[in-house]
C-alpha cells in the first residue's frame, strides 16, 4: 500500500512557476513508477509526466520544455516543476504510483488545485 498527498498548488499569473510535490508513504517508494496527471474541469484526465525508479522521464508534448519532473527516494518524494505557466494549464494536479508490473495506477493522491490567470 502506498498513501500519496500532494502540495504546493496555487494561484499564478501566466508566465509563472509553481513546484508541486508528492508525499509517500511505505518502505519501497523506490521501486514504484510515479506519475504527475491533471484534470481540468469538463476535460479528461491527462498524463502529464512519469517518472521511472531511476529517474527516466516522460511528458505529455503539452508541457515538454517547460515542467520537469523528479524524485528523492530518500525522501520518499516526488516534484514537478511548473515554468513558464499558462491558463490552459488551469487543472487540478494528482500524483499517482504504480509498480513497474502493473499498467494502471491503483494508487493516487488526493489531488491540488493549479490556477493559472491571463
Known amino acids: 500500500q502506498v498513501q500519496l498527498v500532494e502540495s504546493g498548488g496555487g494561484l499564478v499569473q501566466a508566465g509563472g512557476s509553481l513546484r508541486l510535490s508528492c508525499a509517500a508513504s511505505g518502505r519501497t517508494f523506490s521501486a514504484y513508477f510515479m506519475a504527475w496527471f491533471r484534470q481540468a474541469p469538463g476535460k479528461e484526465r491527462e498524463l502529464v509526466a512519469a517518472?521511472?525508479?531511476?529517474?527516466?522521464?516522460y511528458y505529455a508534448a503539452s508541457v515538454k520544455g517547460r515542467f520537469t519532473s523528479s524524485r528523492d527516494n530518500a525522501k520518499n518524494s516526488v516534484y514537478l516543476q511548473m515554468n513558464s505557466l499558462k491558463p490552459e494549464d488551469t487543472a487540478v494536479y494528482y500524483c499517482?504510483?504504480?509498480?513497474?508490473?502493473?499498467?494502471?495506477?491503483?494508487?493516487w493522491g488526493q489531488g491540488t488545485q493549479v490556477t493559472v490567470s491571463s
Open positions: 517518472i521511472n525508479w531511476g529517474g527516466g522521464t
Open positions: 499517482a504510483a504504480r509498480l513497474p508490473q502493473n499498467t494502471q495506477y491503483p494508487y
